[in-house]
């Protein structure tokens, strides 16, 4: 059952990453004898007000989306679980001050991080996904470090201590395999965040260049065709929670 849940999962992020190899038109290309095109064979989700093909811009999109997943699953993921493990193997005062460090990401919320690091670098998925990244790098060291203190005191790694297994090969055999699982599930909920985090900073274009099919920029730019062309507005806001959900189904733990 957890097998079939990720294939969808899979497929909506092997469709994002399509769009950074192959769409179906340019996306910035104008034509505007095609503006405000129904959905046709030509045009599968029809075209927008300056007549640009709106599904090649919504793989654009996707792609960019995809990246900032992947930053944010490589800093804050991996660089809170080797956080959090790394404090519930050293303990003490050294335990103490990682996890402080962690508390202080906290205290920041994630969007104003992010704000504050797109308004210096600009908006682009990687300065995004490393924004949102560290800002997760809290939690995740935090829940981490739980998880590992609670599987520290299991009888199965006890024993594997009383025989001599200790420092990496107790991380690698025993604390990893059993903490993925629920970090997975942590992730899964914090991907689909991280989507609508990088949507509402496209949205705002904070130092973006407007013309750039992001979600969140489409989403802003087609606001002022809701009433006469709603469809504009919903396949971004669709392709959204399309991809949160996904995430968060898949990665769920049962």
Request: proline share 6%.
């Amino acid at each position: 059952m957890k097998r079939v849940r990720v294939l969808p999962a899979l497929a909506v992020l092997a469709l994002m990453l399509v769009g950074a190899i192959w769409q179906p038109h340019d996306p910035d290309a104008i034509d505007l004898a095609l503006r405000f095109a129904p959905p046709s064979f030509g045009h599968s989700l029809g075209t927008d007000q300056l007549g640009r093909d709106v599904l090649a811009r919504l793989m654009v999109g996707g792609w960019r989306t995809a990246v900032v997943l992947g930053c944010v699953a490589a800093i804050g993921m991996v660089g809170g679980s080797v956080f959090g493990i790394a404090a519930a193997m050293l303990g003490g005062w050294r335990a103490a001050l990682i996890l402080r460090t962690a508390e202080m990401f906290i205290v920041v919320p994630t969007l104003v991080m992010a704000l504050t690091a797109t308004a210096l670098f600009g908006l682009n998925p990687v300065t995004a996904g490393a924004a949102l990244g560290l800002a997760g790098i809290g939690p995740y060291t935090l829940f981490a470090h739980a998880l590992a203190r609670r599987l520290l005191g299991e009888p199965f790694v006890q024993a594997a201590r009383a025989l001599g297994v200790g420092g990496p090969g107790l991380v690698l055999r025993h604390l990893v395999p059993n903490m993925t699982p629920v970090l997975f599930a942590h992730i899964g909920a914090n991907a689909g965040l991280a989507t609508t985090a990088y949507a509402a900073l496209a949205f705002l274009g904070l130092g973006a260049d407007p013309s750039r099919p992001d979600w969140g920029a489409m989403l802003f730019e087609y606001r002022a065709f809701i009433f006469d062309h709603p469809l504009l507005m919903v396949w971004p806001g669709l392709a959204i929670a399309v991809v949160a959900a996904t995430l968060n189904a898949a990665f769920d733990a049962d």
